[in-house]
């Protein structure tokens, strides 16, 4: 089985700018999880997706926004882009649901973005 | 609220010895906690996991022990080699998300 694919690997941004960045689960998977990794910060959990429904959304600004396919493939944008949007963002798939009925989270590659 | 504390931050440690790293969760309700591992550039990996009908699960030269009456569990990590330097991320199940803690880097000295 193939495993999550996160694209693009590497993104440079300058303020102001939007991007998207995309995510296929692996085969079968129905949740994607989104997060941000900083150094200081450790994994901040952005959304998670479900059957093309956002279930759950952390704590960040609406300037953070996702969506999920009918093929389960998940993207999330970032508008108007900041200097502390520089991070690893990476994307998890499970099967069902993550958290409470105990499924593991597959995690992707990540996308590196550089925002200048 | 949902929140997993997890300690310490840096744990430096001469081959050969344990590591041992703690994490707290406030959620009564989890029942289900993993250990991933992430090495310098590459993507988290679950390493073990737990559930709360049991106390303690091995796996080689990794461990882990929950407490839940004081909400706590931990990893064990014996016999350290240099291929177990890596951050360490424990984590707690919320509603549709895994709550992370803030890892925990390892540094196993030759």
């Known amino acids: 089985k193939a495993g999550v694919t996160q694209t693009p690997r590497y993104l440079i941004k300058t303020r102001g700018q939007q991007v998207t960045l995309s995510c296929s689960p692996i085969?079968?998977?129905?949740?994607v999880s989104w997060y941000q990794q900083t150094p200081g910060q450790g994994l901040q959990f952005l959304f998670e997706?479900?059957?093309?429904?956002?279930?759950n959304k952390g704590n960040f600004p609406g300037r953070f926004s996702g969506r999920q396919f009918s093929n389960s493939r998940s993207e999330m944008n970032v508008s108007t882009l900041e200097l502390g949007d520089s991070a690893l963002y990476l994307c998890?798939?499970?099967?069902?649901?993550?958290?409470?009925?105990?499924?593991?989270?597959?995690f992707g590659p990540g996308t590196r973005l550089t925002v200048l | 609220g949902e929140n997993v504390e997890q300690h310490p931050s840096t744990l430096s440690v001469q081959e050969g010895d344990s590591a041992v790293i703690k994490c707290t969760y406030s959620?009564?309700?989890?029942?289900?906690f993993p250990w991933y591992k992430q090495e310098l550039g590459k993507r988290p990996q679950l390493i073990i996991d737990?559930?709360?009908?049991?106390g303690e699960k091995k796996d080689q030269r990794i461990a882990v022990t929950l407490n839940k009456t004081a909400k706590h569990f931990s990893l064990h990590i014996t016999e350290t080699q240099p291929e177990d330097s890596a951050v360490y991320f424990c984590?707690?199940?919320?509603?549709?998300?895994?709550?992370f803690g803030t890892g925990t880097r390892l540094k196993v000295l030759a």
């Open positions: 998890a798939s499970s099967s069902i649901s993550p958290g409470t009925s105990g499924n593991e989270q597959f």
């Open positions: 085969s079968g998977h129905r949740s």
């Open positions: 997706y479900f059957s093309e429904t956002q279930r």
């Open positions: 959620d009564s309700a989890s029942n289900y």
């Open positions: 737990i559930r709360s009908n049991v």
């Open positions: 984590a707690a199940p919320g509603t549709y998300k895994y709550i």
